[in-house]
T-cell receptor, first 114, second 115 residues
Framework: GNSVTQMEGPVTLSEEAFLTINCTYT??????LFWYVQYPGEGLQLLLK?????DKGSNKGFEATYRKETTSFHLEKGSVQVSDSAVYFC?????????????FGSGTQLTVLP | KAGVTQTPRYLIKTRGQQVTLSCSPI?????VSWYQQTPGQGLQFLFE???????NKGNFPGRFSGRQFSNSRSEMNVSTLELGDSALYLC??????????????FGEGSWLTVV
């Protein structure tokens, strides 16, 4: 079946530090890949997505590149801010079958200190 | 454009009771799905509805059910509540698009506490 593995947290960084959150997946074919972010007490917000190999998703300074050869979709940001403190989820939808069912990783808690 | 709207946002129920949660999808979205989020199990898919029909179902007991109305609004129901049902229940909507590019948008969630 499909699965997503995220680096375990929590991750604590100082403001302006570089962020990487690792994500690898197992799926048949070419799934679509997503990063969602959840701020305290809120639902999930779509951060970025990529739908085919070598695609780069980007938003709000965050980037992730769809790497088919390593089945990875690592999230990066060059300079984090305190306001980036949240839980980040990597997820996929399969190419075939239900494209409306997300499989999530376990989430990575990020805390950015001023 | 309004996002996915869920009601109520917070509720407390007693073991053995039942609960109904409501979700209004983004205008034009006909697919509605539900997820349960707990600290121990993370985010788990409950079920998905399209055109008032359940199309996919996750691995949850029959106490968890849902339905969708002709205007795409959806409700989920949990009967005979157990302490372990305490969770954030998230509703999501999307266009009915197969294959790449289908994006799923989430509501703020309904926080259910069972005491």
């Amino acid at each position: 079946g499909n699965s997503v593995t995220q680096m375990e947290g929590p991750v604590t960084l100082s403001e302006e530090a570089f962020l990487t959150i690792n994500c690898t997946y197992t799926a048949t074919g070419y799934p679509s890949l997503f990063w969602y972010v959840q701020y305290p007490g809120e639902g999930l917000q779509l951060l970025l997505k990529a739908t085919k190999a070598d695609d780069k998703g980007s938003n709000k300074g965050f980037e992730a590149t769809y790497r088919k050869e390593t089945t990875s979709f690592h999230l990066e940001k060059g300079s984090v801010q305190v306001s980036d403190s949240a839980v980040y989820f990597c997820a996929l939808t399969p190419l075939s079958g239900s494209a409306r069912q997300l499989t999530f990783g376990s989430g990575t808690q990020l805390t950015v200190l001023p | 454009k309004a996002g996915v709207t869920q009601t109520p946002r917070y509720l407390i129920k007693t073991r053995g009771q039942q609960v109904t949660l409501s979700c209004s999808p983004i205008s034009g979205h006909r697919s509605v799905s539900w997820y349960q989020q707990t600290p121990g199990q993370g985010l788990q898919f409950l079920f998905e509805y399209f055109s008032e029909t359940q199309r996919n179902k996750g691995n949850f007991p029959g106490r968890f059910s849902g339905r969708q109305f002709s205007n795409s609004r959806s409700e989920m129901n949990v009967s005979t509540l157990e302490l372990g049902d305490s969770a954030l229940y998230l509703c999501a909507s999307s266009l009915d698009v197969q294959g790449p590019g289908n994006t799923i948008y989430f509501g703020e969630g309904s926080w259910l506490t069972v005491v």
